[in-house]
């Protein structure tokens, strides 16, 4: 199994861009798809990029993904920030039926 | 529209057992995987197990294997984790969530069942 490394914290100021990487330890971050969770305080994750890059209906497109094979790493960008984005974010993949989750990372946007 | 309602927290005394149930309604439940997460306070998310109704197949995280078992009831849209010889560090909301299989991408969650372990 592989371990999904993110960093523990970032933080960036309203109105900004702000990336949170996903790195993987060991094979290839293009061989499984990559998916990001958003999660406010006291609320269940929701999905935000799916497929590495997609985004579901009703999340804005201030939200991106992508995948970078040089670094082994998947990325979540946020434009524009707003205060409403300050959430933890988790990036999620799988080997074979097991899942594999990040760390987490926490945004605080200030 | 698509919902998972979970059932209510749980308070459990260490050595027993809890069940969760994880009802869904929308979509066609035999066509999607049920993944079951769970949460400690203040911690990460932390994968346990997933079934695959079609196939009845569970498949467990490593750390919980011989204590979680993951089961699905097609007749009533449901799934269910039972976790047995419960510790203190068993509390945790545990949350199910559906799985596309084609990508293996959650696509929806439940609200989450906090599960409290204490003498």
């Known amino acids: 199994n592989f371990m999904l490394t993110q960093p523990h914290s970032v933080s960036e100021s309203p109105g900004k861009t702000v990336t949170i990487s996903c790195t993987r330890s060991s094979g290839s971050i293009a061989s499984n798809y990559v998916q990001w969770y958003q999660q406010r305080p006291g609320s269940s994750p929701t999905t935000v990029i799916y497929?590495?890059?997609?985004?579901p209906s009703g999340v804005p497109d201030r939200y991106s993904g992508s995948i970078d094979s040089s670094s082994n790493s998947a990325s979540l960008s946020i434009s524009g920030l707003k205060t409403e984005d300050e959430a933890d974010y988790y990036c999620q993949s799988y080997d074979g039926t097991n899942q594999v989750f990040g760390g987490g990372t926490k945004l605080t946007v200030l | 529209q698509v919902q998972l309602v979970q059932s209510g927290a749980e308070v459990k005394k260490p050595g027993s057992s809890v069940k969760v149930s994880c009802k869904t309604s929308?979509?066609?439940?035999?066509?999607?995987?049920f993944t079951w997460v769970r949460q400690a306070p203040g911690q990460r998310l932390e994968w346990m197990g997933l079934?695959?109704?079609?196939?009845?197949?569970?498949n467990y995280a490593q750390k919980f294997q011989g204590r979680v078992t993951i089961t699905a009831d097609d007749s009533t849209s449901t799934a269910y984790m039972e976790l047995s010889s419960l510790r203190s560090d068993d509390t945790a909301v545990h949350y199910c969530?559906?799985?596309?299989?084609?990508?293996?991408?959650?696509?929806?969650w439940g609200q989450g069942t906090l599960v409290t372990v204490s003498s």
């Open positions: 929308g979509g066609t439940f035999s066509t999607y995987a």
């Open positions: 969530a559906r799985v596309d299989m084609t990508t293996m991408a959650i696509d929806y």
């Open positions: 497929e590495d890059t997609q985004r």
């Open positions: 079934i695959i109704p079609i196939f009845g197949t569970s």
